[in-house]
């Protein structure tokens, strides 16, 4: 007998960074969309510009913008404390939609001084700005600074190593964007994902030499599943109905926060489009204008969703496609956000299908 059986969440660890749950009673697609939703669309704070105002480091000025810019920022709340750029009313950045870092650091000695994200500090926003917005008050004190930014118990990133005699003073302005834009927005350090650990349904085509058993060793997720029987007959018509998530998170959210936006996320997108798929009531005034004519009918409208999963699927053929995104200046303007090309979580999200596969888990039964 088919029974309806609510969605039941059971979260196995849980810590600031890190939480390891199990989904039960949803559809596959709805299980992976959700992933994707924490990876790919929750907004955070990323350094976005960088003014260059000395460099007589070792590093191109392209390189440090670029590593600056994957440096995580703390973004608790940030889809309702802060504005996209594009949406705000201001004209070059204001302190609804920019965070200002600066760092300015000079070695005296005769020692090899290493600048690292500690050395930013949150800068005034000189705007100019008398617009009111409650954004503000829902940001925590740290908004916007470096994750782990004094705390004994966080190394901090690494951005450039000095000598004596030689400087960087560097100011970025963070602003509030999507991984599908570029990777450093992304929350998610890695999300693991996996259902069926016995491969029961036989989703997964395992190669092995002489012993399939020995040779693919069972997850600890087996163990909360039933082993198939050897007498046992396949059942094409069987679903899987279990997943195992394991979300890590870069400290710019904290896990439970990525987990809790990544279902409101996944909410408005399917509201939104069942939204767009109504037909609009029609009002008095569209009664009066006749149809037009069908060989007239103009180009299909491209929604937002479209346009997203356009860019989205583009990144199978190269990291050079975060690179070109829509609105990003190219050139020295914006080098963090240019700077995509070749970047280590770039790599990861730009590279060959199968290789992508294999950035976010293993190929044993980790699903893309
Ligand atoms: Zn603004």
Redesign the pocket.
Known sequence: MAQELDPIVRIRELERDRVNFVLENVDLSVANSFRRVMMADLPTVAIDMVEIEANTTVLPDEFIAHRLGMVPLVSANCDEAM?Y?RD?S?LE??R???VILTLHVSCQESITLDITSNHLELGAMDDGMDEEGDELSKRPNNFGMPVGKNDPGVAPVLICKIRKGQELKVKCIAKKGIAKEHAKWSPCSAVAFEYDPHNRLRHTTYWYETDIKSEWPLSENAKEEQPVRDDELFDYNAKPNKYYMDVETDGSLGAQEVVMKGLQELQAKLANLILGLKAPEPTAEDEMIPPPPSNMGGPPPTSAWGGATTQWSGAGSGAASWGTSPGAPAGWGSPARAAGWGSPAAGQWGASPSAAAGGWGDTSGWKV
């Open positions: 504005r750029t705000c201001c950045g204001c609804f939609c920019s």
